[in-house]
């Protein structure tokens, strides 16, 4: 084997079918109903993405409160709670409804286990939007286990009537074996109907822990908020990198994390534009790391339709509701398709 300087590249990385949606949905209400649309949150976790719409006429808000009666907001890929929606409706608002439809998943399973008064467990990061959102939609019945470290302080009201549910962004090795503590401790403990942890997810850390071993380096590009980018660095490491990074730009690499480096490993998260990973690679070409190895660890080709209200106006007014299939395609210089 050659030891000259080396990227490998993972496959998949960047854009999931759900931020892809709602990136597309922010796009698509600015360009139906001019700007000002405001966006409750961030809309993906991402700071090139958030930036890149605002220049367009976007503007975020924490709360729904602060949004003008009678304007256009949309919710993000992360999802809200109902009461949002409720906060929405007494504002008179317009509400375009991004929540990744895999998150509407968690919490219609939510709804469904609280309805049959199950104990549910629900498996996150405190403080997280999905984690909020999805905690709302029966808080009464809803614990929250913050990993394997808070089995031990969780107790139930029926150990015969309990279900574990989890945030769609997790590690998957994480989540396992937080399952698996919890099942010790509640041998009944009922599995969600299907997987909660998105396919984008586990793909992304699949390819990090096929590559894992032969990297020096590993940078992950993304956003300090970004869970599943985050992830991601963890992963790197506990597979066998040596270093790990998470940087938003090119720029933020630090030249010196390359002594005593032969191969390099670049990823992204499921909310990076594939235009920030193109810089990456031109600054390690820079740098001698000009030779480019993909790592396919899946294939992935789903797509969501946008929101429906949107695809509703959109139609009315004569405009393209497609999603577009080159996901990942923001312009680095500010300006979207």
Not at 50 to 70: H, M, N, S, Y
Request: hydrophobic share 40%.
């Amino acid at each position: 084997m050659s030891d000259s300087p080396r990227v490998l590249l993972a496959a998949p990385r960047g854009y999931c079918a759900g931020v892809d949606r709602a990136v597309v949905a922010v796009e698509k209400a600015l360009e139906l109903y001019g700007p000002p649309v405001y966006v409750r949150k961030e809309i993906v976790h991402n700071k090139h993405v958030v930036t890149t719409l605002e220049k367009r006429g976007a503007i975020f808000v924490d709360e729904t409160g602060e949004v003008p009666e009678g304007a256009t907001v949309v919710f993000s890929a992360h999802g809200v709670a109902p009461v949002v929606h409720e906060e929405a409706k007494a504002l008179s608002l317009k509400t375009i409804d991004a929540t990744c439809p895999l998150v509407t998943k968690v919490h219609r399973e939510a709804v469904r286990f609280a309805a049959d008064d199950f104990d549910i467990l629900l498996i996150g990061h405190e403080g997280h939007e999905e984690v909020v959102g999805t905690s709302g939609e029966a808080p009464e019945h809803i614990t929250l286990v913050d990993g394997p470290d808070h089995v031990a302080e969780i107790e139930v009201r029926d150990p015969e009537k309990v279900v574990w549910l989890s945030q769609t962004t997790l590690s998957v090795d994480e989540t396992m074996e937080t399952v698996r503590r919890l099942r010790e401790k509640f041998p009944a403990l009922q599995d969600p109907p299907s997987d909660d942890i998105c396919y984008a997810t586990q793909n992304r850390q699949l390819a990090v822990k096929q590559m894992a071993a032969q990297c020096d380096l590993m940078i992950v590009v993304g956003s300090r908020n970004s869970s599943n980018s985050v992830r991601l660095v963890e992963v790197a490491l506990e597979h066998g990198t040596r270093d790990g990074h998470l940087v938003d730009y090119a720029e933020e690499i630090d030249p010196a994390w390359f002594e005593g480096v032969r191969t390099v490993g670049v990823t992204s998260g499921a909310s990076v534009p594939e235009i920030l990973v193109r810089d990456v690679l031109a600054l390690l070409a820079e740098h001698g790391y000009a030779d480019v190895e993909p790592v396919v660890a899946a294939e992935e080709s789903l797509l969501f339709a946008l929101p429906m209200e949107l695809r509703r106006d959109l139609k009315a007014a004569g405009m393209d509701d497609k999603m577009r299939h080159d996901a990942g395609s923001l312009e680095d210089a500010g300006q979207l398709r």
